[in-house]
């Protein structure tokens, strides 16, 4: 039996899960001499099962079958005569769950069944990759007086229909497997990975409880294997490879001109803007369809009548892989090149990728903004830390990693956003009811983001008041759109900074009233989470509407004193982050809170900084950047201040890879030690070097 792609499968959320659910009839309840009368599989993709993908198949035991077994499945000798043995469908079943992650109820003794049939057919087993759906049972509920299939059918209002046939027992185990992903969520397993540490966690605590029993694993951890990828799209944006500037025609211009203009700019498109103002293009290929199907009259065919359209476009501040993703899934050979606004200011195409070795091993490619619904959303969430351990294995830089994730969690939000407006739509609330943006706040809107990333966002509209029609609207879509998130794998802000919340979900005129409101606060301590607002970057709806109210805080922040010195006392709350004696102070765990001792007072300082000298700018190291060319603290201080910056964040994501690999919680806690005797010292001097920025903003320096 195959082994499933485990690089795939760790960082997979459990709502997109692609699973074998199997389950077994056999000649007793002795897997140590049962074998196999009846095999059921049942796939699910990606949160649903695949009604026409099954296996249902009778097995010839080779042994009589005995009535205490026929009593419970019904299966008797005269039913099987005829049948294969399990070496005959051996293949077939290899071939249907391929690297799936198998599932079952108790699937250990199903697998064990299995792994003795292998060998009695001498034919070899590797052990797959499997959950046990009765141990995530009592992970969801442990209150439950039994986890059996019946008891679990009654709790997750599950029908229970063919039981104790291998094919009834397999979908019943499907549904309610698919009914405990939610409350499995509930409970902090998101994951593949997660629920295989929790059920390892399950199985050792049994252990004990029974003397130190320790019996056969069947969630079996594997070391997932390191694609080498090319770092370059990861690493670069659209602007870096685009040819620029565009180059329009006039739709009335013939093909024979249109033949010439590419000809002397040395171009293969061009764009065409029609009377309407709807935007097309003309490719080489566009040109030689036209020749071929009209002949010499196609030479005099105006360009409008044979261009592609609607123009398809991606920002020139989208990464590379964005690009090639996209070009890969529309089938073309050009995208046009926009300003994030909708003005077209640059072209690319496969020769300026191939130009720049850009189409090896893509694994992030255009699946978010493609994602038809919240598991295939999921699905590609799940690349990321894939992604995030394959380019720190090729030592890219943590800051171009973290931008990548925060690329993602940006389009992430603007399709769960995209997919809340269809699912109103769908209920009969309609359109939005005027114009409107999305924000997302805090380290993914400066682009400095990590795996353990939670939900930071906010909406914006036009015009409405508390409590009025305009606001239920936007409050049901911020429902929608947390709700999409949270399921896809980016868990709701504690603190509660999500649009679903009237605080994080205004008017426009109402925003300008609460950011007036923050400016005039008297305490640090009544500032809250207020100062993430100005790391919002609009990635949904009408994006001038959300640069509007970010220009706006800025606006009112650099307007006032007293409020820039709050803000200097929020970012000079560190957290200590060495002993008295000059050691990484760590917990009883072994590790520092890297966020609270060295990450948060950068990006804090760097943000208060910022908006006392009107640099508009989101991410960390351009704001040291744009204050040191003003002349506040020395060129040398700074870059030392952002290679700190730097050095904290690798620290970060190396133990949130190997987390999520383990199938830990994810936060911002690194043990120092597994960086190895020269990354602590990189690190404890990083650390030093927060002291920097800190004391940039203290008093006489600010």
Same mark, same amino acid.
């Given at each position: $039996?195959?082994?499933?792609?485990?690089?795939?499968?760790?960082?997979?959320?459990?709502?997109?899960?692609?699973?074998?659910?199997?389950?077994?009839?056999?000649?007793?309840?002795?897997?140590?001499?049962?074998?196999?009368?009846?095999?059921? %599989?049942?796939?699910?993709?990606?949160?649903?099962?695949?009604?026409?993908?099954?296996?249902?198949?009778?097995?010839?035991?080779?042994?009589?079958?005995?009535?205490?077994?026929?009593?419970?499945?019904?299966?008797?000798?005269?039913?099987?005569?005829?049948?294969?043995?399990?070496?005959?469908?051996? +293949?077939?079943?290899?071939?249907?769950?391929?690297?799936?992650?198998?599932?079952?109820?108790?699937?250990?003794?199903?697998?064990? %069944?299995?792994?003795?049939?292998?060998?009695?057919?001498?034919?070899?087993?590797?052990?797959?990759?499997?959950?046990?759906?009765?141990?995530?049972?009592?992970?969801?509920? /442990?209150?439950?007086?039994?986890?059996?299939?019946?008891?679990?059918?009654?709790?997750?209002?599950?029908?229970?229909?063919?039981?104790?046939? &291998?094919?009834?027992?397999?979908?019943?185990?499907?549904?309610?497997?698919?009914?405990?992903? /939610?409350?499995?969520?509930?409970?902090?397993?998101?994951?593949?990975?997660?629920?295989?540490?929790?059920?390892?966690?399950?199985?050792?605590?049994?252990?004990?409880?029974?003397?130190?029993?320790?019996?056969?694993?069947?969630?079996?951890?594997?070391?997932?294997?390191?694609?080498?990828?090319? @770092?370059?799209?990861?690493?670069?944006?659209?602007?870096?490879?685009?040819?620029?500037?565009?180059?329009?025609?006039?739709?009335?211009?013939?093909?024979?001109?249109?033949?010439?203009?590419?000809?002397?700019?040395?171009?293969? +498109?061009?764009?065409?803007?029609?009377?309407?103002?709807?935007?097309?293009?003309?490719?080489?290929?566009?040109?030689?369809?036209?020749?071929?199907?009209?002949?010499?009259?196609?030479?005099?065919?105006?360009?409008?009548?044979?261009?592609?359209?609607?123009?398809?476009?991606?920002?020139?501040?989208?990464?590379?892989?964005? &690009?090639?993703?996209?070009?890969?899934?529309?089938?073309?050979?050009?995208? &046009?090149?926009?300003?994030?606004?909708?003005?077209?200011?640059?072209?690319?195409?496969?020769?300026?990728?191939?130009?720049?070795?850009?189409?090896?091993?893509? $694994?992030?490619?255009?699946?978010?903004?493609?994602?038809?619904?919240?598991?295939?959303?999921?699905?590609?969430?799940?690349?990321?830390?894939?992604?995030?351990?394959?380019?720190?294995?090729?030592?890219?830089?943590?800051?171009?990693?973290?931008?990548?994730?925060?690329?993602?969690?940006?389009?992430?939000?603007?399709?769960?956003?995209?997919?809340?407006?269809?699912?109103?739509?769908?209920?009969?609330?309609?359109?939005?009811?005027?114009?409107?943006?999305?924000?997302?706040?805090? @380290?993914?809107?400066?682009?400095?983001?990590?795996?353990?990333? *939670?939900?930071?966002?906010?909406?914006?509209?036009?015009?409405?008041?508390?409590?009025?029609?305009?606001?239920?609207?936007?409050?049901?879509?911020?429902?929608?759109?947390?709700?999409?998130?949270?399921?896809?794998?980016?868990?709701?802000?504690?603190?509660?900074?999500?649009?679903?919340?009237?605080?994080?979900?205004?008017?426009? &005129?109402?925003?300008?009233?609460?950011?007036?409101?923050?400016?005039?606060?008297?305490?640090?301590?009544?500032?809250?989470?207020?100062?993430?607002?100005?790391?919002?970057?609009?990635?949904?709806?009408?994006?001038?509407?959300?640069?509007?109210?970010?220009?706006?805080?800025?606006?009112?922040?650099?307007?006032?004193?007293?409020?820039?010195?709050?803000?200097?006392?929020?970012?000079?709350?560190?957290?200590?982050?060495?002993?008295?004696?000059?050691?990484?102070?760590?917990?009883?765990?072994?590790?520092? *809170?890297?966020?609270?001792?060295?990450? $948060?007072? %950068?990006?804090?300082?760097?943000?208060?900084?910022?908006?006392?000298?009107?640099?508009?700018?989101? +991410?960390?190291?351009?704001?040291?950047?744009?204050?040191?060319?003003?002349?506040?603290?020395?060129?040398?201080?700074?870059?030392?201040?952002?290679?700190?910056?730097?050095?904290?964040?690798?620290? $970060?994501?190396?133990?949130?890879?190997?987390?999520?690999?383990?199938?830990?919680?994810?936060?911002?806690?690194?043990?120092?030690?597994?960086?190895?005797?020269?990354?602590?010292?990189?690190?404890?001097?990083?650390?030093?070097?927060?002291?920097?920025?800190?004391?940039?903003?203290?008093?006489?320096?600010?």
């Amino acid at each position: $039996m195959n082994t499933v792609n485990s690089e795939a499968a760790y960082s997979t959320p459990l709502v997109a899960l692609d699973a074998a659910v199997i389950d077994l009839e056999t000649t007793g309840l002795d897997a140590r001499s049962a074998r196999a009368v009846q095999i059921g %599989i049942v796939r699910i993709s990606q949160g649903r099962i695949v009604e026409d993908e099954k296996i249902n198949v009778l097995v010839n035991p080779g042994m009589s079958i005995p009535p205490s077994a026929t009593a419970i499945h019904g299966i008797c000798d005269a039913d099987v005569k005829n049948a294969p043995p399990f070496s005959e469908i051996i +293949s077939k079943i290899e071939e249907f769950v391929g690297d799936a992650v198998v599932l079952g109820h108790t699937v250990g003794y199903d697998l064990s %069944i299995m792994k003795r049939e292998y060998l009695l057919a001498n034919r070899e087993w590797r052990q797959p990759r499997a959950l046990d759906v009765r141990a995530l049972a009592r992970l969801a509920a /442990p209150g439950l007086a039994n986890h059996n299939i019946e008891t679990l059918c009654d709790w997750l209002k599950v029908p229970l229909v063919g039981r104790h046939t &291998a094919m009834g027992d397999a979908e019943t185990t499907a549904r309610l497997f698919l009914a405990l992903v /939610p409350k499995l969520r509930e409970r902090g397993i998101r994951t593949f990975a997660e629920a295989e540490a929790a059920i390892r966690q399950l199985a050792e605590a049994d252990a004990r409880a029974a003397g130190g029993l320790i019996t056969e694993e069947f969630s079996t951890s594997q070391s997932p294997h390191i694609a080498r990828i090319d @770092s370059f799209p990861y690493c670069h944006r659209v602007r870096d490879v685009m040819t620029t500037p565009p180059i329009f025609a006039d739709g009335g211009m013939t093909v024979r001109e249109g033949v010439r203009l590419l000809l002397e700019k040395k171009i293969s +498109s061009v764009y065409i803007r029609e009377q309407s103002g709807e935007l097309g293009i003309v490719t080489e290929r566009d040109v030689l369809r036209a020749i071929n199907e009209l002949g010499e009259k196609g030479l005099d065919a105006p360009l409008a009548s044979i261009m592609s359209k609607p123009l398809q476009s991606v920002p020139e501040d989208a990464f590379v892989y964005r &690009a090639i993703g996209r070009l890969d899934r529309l089938g073309f050979r050009h995208l &046009a090149v926009d300003d994030g606004r909708g003005k077209i200011v640059g072209a690319l195409t496969s020769r300026n990728l191939l130009r720049h070795r850009a189409r090896a091993a893509i $694994m992030l490619g255009d699946e978010v903004a493609s994602a038809p619904d919240v598991p295939a959303l999921a699905a590609a969430w799940a690349k990321l830390p894939v992604m995030a351990r394959s380019l720190a294995a090729e030592g890219t830089d943590p800051r171009d990693i973290s931008a990548v994730i925060s690329s993602e969690i940006r389009d992430i939000t603007s399709r769960a956003a995209q997919l809340a407006e269809k699912r109103l739509a769908d209920d009969g609330l309609g359109p939005p009811p005027c114009r409107y943006a999305v924000l997302v706040l805090g @380290s993914a809107g400066r682009g400095e983001s990590l795996l353990a990333a *939670d939900q930071d966002n906010a909406i914006v509209y036009e015009t409405g008041t508390e409590g009025g029609p305009e606001d239920r609207w936007f409050e049901a879509l911020g429902t929608q759109m947390c709700r999409i998130l949270d399921e896809v794998g980016v868990p709701f802000c504690k603190g509660g900074v999500m649009a679903k919340n009237r605080a994080w979900r205004m008017s426009l &005129a109402d925003w300008k009233s609460t950011i007036d409101h923050w400016v005039r606060r008297q305490r640090p301590e009544d500032l809250l989470s207020t100062d993430i607002f100005f790391d919002g970057m609009p990635v949904h709806g009408d994006i001038s509407l959300g640069e509007a109210i970010w220009h706006y805080a800025y606006d009112r922040g650099h307007a006032e004193p007293a409020f820039q010195k709050l803000l200097v006392e929020v970012a000079r709350q560190r957290s200590p982050a060495f002993t008295l004696f000059g050691k990484i102070r760590i917990d009883e765990k072994g590790r520092i *809170d890297l966020k609270k001792a060295g990450l $948060m007072p %950068i990006f804090t300082c760097a943000r208060v900084l910022a908006i006392r000298h009107d640099v508009r700018a989101r +991410s960390t190291p351009e704001r040291l950047r744009g204050i040191a060319a003003l002349g506040v603290g020395s060129e040398q201080e700074i870059e030392e201040v952002i290679d700190a910056h730097r050095t904290i964040l690798g620290a $970060m994501l190396t133990q949130q890879i190997a987390d999520s690999e383990n199938g830990a919680r994810l936060s911002s806690r690194v043990n120092p030690d597994r960086l190895g005797k020269a990354g602590k010292r990189q690190l404890a001097k990083a650390l030093e070097k927060v002291d920097i920025i800190i004391d940039l903003v203290s008093e006489g320096r600010f």
